[in-house]
């Protein structure tokens, strides 16, 4: 399903030569002097496009840093005057993007936990009615691409057309070493629903610490996302928010030097024509695995019959975990991995149960199912 949204090209409200696009800055604004003068080091570094901070922060608990709050847009106005950096701010409410529009922010976003909250969104999208300023949405806190879409649907339904999403991962029970599992399938399908809209990637809130910043940039910009959102503190280990994931701007450049950028078009007639042999031998196998998928199903239709034929209703605990077995074990053998091996017999195994459950419910609706058994 495509989305019908109404989107202006990222470069048509954000400066797109310097690849990668990164938008950078504190987590949040804390002082007049910490934010102007990380804001002067960044703009030094030449890689920075526009400077974020947050001034308005949503936290999980009271009692942390909740933002240092208005007086925080007149150092951002002042940044800005002073290093020629557009800002971006976060808003929650009509009255921060009221205010925000007042201060001259260039560049509104929507945070992680707004977007869970459709009345949030809505507020924020009627408070942008008749406006023409760019605003990213970031992914909401839980796994949800509707909420994700929803959200970027509202504010788009409001006349925003300078808009894009941010992935910034997703609250997970596993933990892992992710502060926000970036669950990249989400992103991608987002960008399969709605091709043409801008996904900004932003490591800082997956990660949470320094780390593994530099690896998740990497996997972004093989995924062809269009830019990164990084946090900067002129001192990280004093920061009152964030401090664990954010970096000194020259630590921000080393990360971003070390990048490598591929490029999602081929140049070139030798590498054209290699990619194209390599793409037509993978249409192939594909072909084949699919031609041999229908002939699996077949015979998975073939066992139906019989079962519902002959009354079969021995459960055959044994024969699914004899398929896990030796399947994972012939494809560890093959160098693929147990995860996709197993994930990848889930899929045939379910379908071959709908296929079951459909032919052993033919004439006798619903009393069949419990007597399936594993083909
Ligand atoms: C932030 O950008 O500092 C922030 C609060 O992010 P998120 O909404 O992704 O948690
Ligand atoms: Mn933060």
Same mark, same amino acid.
């Given at each position: 399903?495509k989305?019908?949204?109404?989107?202006?090209?990222?470069?048509?409200?954000?400066?797109?030569?310097? =690849?990668?696009?990164?938008?950078?800055?504190p987590?949040?604004?804390?002082? =007049?002097?910490?934010?102007?003068?990380?804001?002067?080091?960044?703009?030094?570094?030449?890689r920075?496009?526009?400077?974020?901070?947050?001034?308005?922060?949503?936290?999980t608990?009271?009692?942390?840093?909740?933002?240092?709050?208005?007086?925080?847009?007149?150092?951002?106005?002042?940044?800005?005057?002073?290093?020629?950096?557009?800002?971006?701010?976060?808003v929650?409410?009509?009255?921060?993007?009221?205010?925000?529009?007042?201060?001259?922010?260039?560049?509104?976003?929507?945070?992680?936990?707004?977007?869970?909250?459709?009345?949030?969104?809505?507020?924020i999208?009627?408070?942008?009615?008749?406006?023409?300023?760019?605003?990213?949405?970031?992914?909401?806190?839980?796994?949800?691409?509707?909420?994700?879409?929803?959200?970027?649907?509202?504010?788009?339904?409001?006349?925003?057309?300078?808009?894009?999403?941010?992935?910034?991962?997703?609250?997970?029970?596993?933990?892992?070493?992710?502060?926000?599992?970036?669950m990249?399938?989400?992103?991608?399908?987002?960008?399969?629903?709605?091709?043409?809209?801008?996904?900004?990637?932003?490591?800082?809130?997956?990660?949470?610490?320094?780390?593994?910043?530099?690896?998740i940039?990497?996997?972004?910009?093989?995924?062809?996302?269009?830019?990164?959102?990084?946090?900067?503190?002129?001192?990280?280990?004093?920061?009152?928010?964030?401090?664990?994931?954010?970096?000194?701007?020259?630590?921000?450049?080393?990360?971003?030097?070390?990048? #490598?950028?591929?490029?999602?078009?081929?140049?070139?007639?030798?590498?054209?024509?290699?990619?194209?042999?390599l793409?037509?031998?993978?249409?192939?196998?594909?072909?084949?695995?699919?031609?041999?998928?229908?002939?699996?199903?077949?015979?998975?239709?073939?066992?139906?019959?019989?079962?519902?034929?002959?009354?079969?209703?021995i459960l055959?605990?044994?024969?699914?975990?004899?398929?896990?077995?030796?399947?994972?074990?012939?494809?560890?053998?093959l160098?693929?991995?147990?995860?996709?091996?197993?994930?990848?017999? =889930?899929?045939?195994?379910?379908?071959?149960?709908?296929?079951? #459950?459909?032919?052993?419910?033919?004439?006798?609706?619903?009393?069949?199912?419990?007597?399936?058994?594993?083909?």
């Amino acid at each position: 399903m495509k989305l019908d949204l109404k989107i202006q090209p990222l470069n048509s409200w954000i400066k797109t030569g310097k =690849e990668p696009l990164l938008i950078a800055g504190p987590c949040s604004a804390e002082t =007049e002097e910490q934010l102007v003068a990380t804001a002067h080091l960044l703009a030094k570094t030449g890689r920075v496009t526009a400077l974020r901070a947050g001034i308005w922060k949503p936290r999980t608990r009271p009692g942390e840093f909740e933002g240092i709050g208005s007086i925080g847009l007149k150092w951002l106005s002042r940044a800005k005057e002073e290093t020629g950096l557009p800002t971006a701010v976060e808003v929650a409410t009509a009255k921060h993007v009221e205010e925000a529009l007042k201060a001259g922010v260039d560049i509104l976003w929507v945070g992680a936990r707004s977007t869970v909250n459709p009345f949030t969104v809505q507020e924020i999208a009627d408070a942008l009615k008749g406006v023409d300023v760019p605003v990213m949405v970031k992914n909401p806190v839980n796994p949800d691409l509707s909420l994700w879409i929803g959200a970027l649907e509202r504010i788009n339904n409001a006349g925003i057309t300078k808009l894009a999403a941010i992935h910034r991962g997703f609250s997970s029970h596993e933990k892992t070493a992710f502060r926000n599992e970036p669950m990249w399938d989400l992103a991608i399908s987002l960008k399969t629903h709605a091709p043409e809209l801008p996904i900004i990637n932003d490591p800082s809130h997956i990660c949470g610490n320094r780390e593994l910043l530099g690896y998740i940039a990497q996997k972004a910009v093989d995924l062809d996302m269009q830019g990164l959102m990084i946090e900067s503190h002129i001192d990280p280990s004093v920061a009152w928010t964030d401090a664990k994931q954010q970096v000194t701007p020259s630590a921000l450049v080393e990360i971003i030097e070390r990048l #490598t950028l591929r490029k999602p078009e081929i140049k070139g007639n030798d590498l054209k024509d290699k990619l194209a042999e390599l793409r037509n031998q993978i249409d192939k196998i594909d072909d084949f695995v699919f031609q041999k998928m229908a002939e699996r199903m077949k015979i998975v239709e073939k066992i139906g019959n019989y079962k519902k034929e002959n009354g079969i209703t021995i459960l055959q605990v044994n024969r699914w975990d004899e398929i896990l077995n030796k399947r994972t074990a012939y494809a560890r053998a093959l160098n693929l991995s147990t995860e996709f091996a197993e994930k990848l017999l =889930e899929l045939i195994h379910s379908e071959s149960i709908r296929k079951q #459950t459909e032919i052993m419910n033919q004439g006798q609706e619903g009393q069949a199912q419990e007597k399936l058994t594993h083909a």
